[in-house]
């Protein structure tokens, strides 16, 4: 199975500073015939189910604020949040969908300082 | 809108098996797939299962081989999750998703095996 390991475990940072989420997996999530990664970042807010935010791992989801990004090739992600806000309070997750069984990473939660 | 929204929350005694369902609203429901993780209290989501709606094919995680069952209702466009031999191992909220991307995601429903 491909190990999706995030990193921190928990983020308080500021209203307006920028938040850096990095993921990593243990294999790559690069198919090469296409040069998609196959990668989603989720959000989920307290008490409600996930959220699609980005997937092939740059590709924002209809709706989502231009604020969240998504970057990375390979193994090495990372979702950034330019300007934090406070409906941003959340847990967030990779997810890897190259291979069965998807995988998600542990999630980062993410506070305002 | 597209919008998957799942059955109400269940508890359950061990040894005894659930069936989840997830009704699709919003989209032709038999050109993609649908797929399940769950959310165990402290635990990752942990993917289970997908079906295609439209040809019923099947791929299911190796760890819930053999007590897992997910079948689709075209005429309902509606999936359903069915996990059998439950322990309080299994006690965890449950989603549907469309897509591999789960896009979107069900509302989830809790279930809890407790004697």
């Known amino acids: 199975d491909i190990v999706m390991t995030q990193s921190p475990d928990s983020l308080a940072l500021s209203l307006g500073e920028r938040a850096t989420i990095n993921c990593k997996s243990s294999?790559?999530?690069?198919?090469?015939?296409?040069?998609?990664?196959?990668l989603a970042w989720h959000q989920q807010k307290p008490g409600q189910p996930p959220k699609l935010l980005i997937y092939?791992?740059?590709t924002r989801e209809s709706g989502v604020p231009d604020r969240f990004s998504g970057s990375g090739s390979g193994t090495d992600f990372t979702l950034t949040i330019s300007s934090l806000q406070a409906e941003d309070v959340a847990v967030y997750y990779c997810?890897?969908?190259?291979?069965?069984?998807?995988?998600f990473g542990q999630g980062t939660k993410l506070e305002i300082k | 809108q597209v919008q998957l929204v799942q059955s109400g929350a269940e508890v359950k005694k061990p040894g005894a098996s659930v069936k989840v369902s997830c009704k699709a609203s919003?989209?032709?429901?038999?050109?993609?797939?649908i797929h399940w993780v769950r959310q165990a209290p402290g635990q990752r989501l942990e993917w289970m299962a997908w079906i295609h709606a439209g040809n019923g094919n099947t791929k299911y995680s190796q760890k819930f081989q053999g007590r897992l069952t997910i079948t689709r209702d075209t005429s309902a466009t509606t999936a359903y999750m069915e996990l059998s031999s439950l322990t309080s191992e299994d006690t965890a909220v449950y989603y549907c998703?469309?897509?591999?991307?789960?896009?979107?995601w069900g509302q989830g429903t809790l279930v809890t095996v407790s004697s």
């Open positions: 998703g469309r897509d591999r991307v789960f896009d979107p």
């Open positions: 092939w791992a740059s």
């Open positions: 997810q890897q969908y190259y291979d069965t069984p998807y995988t």
């Open positions: 919003g989209y032709t429901f038999t050109t993609y797939t």
């Open positions: 294999q790559s999530v690069l198919y090469s015939s296409n040069n998609k990664n196959y």
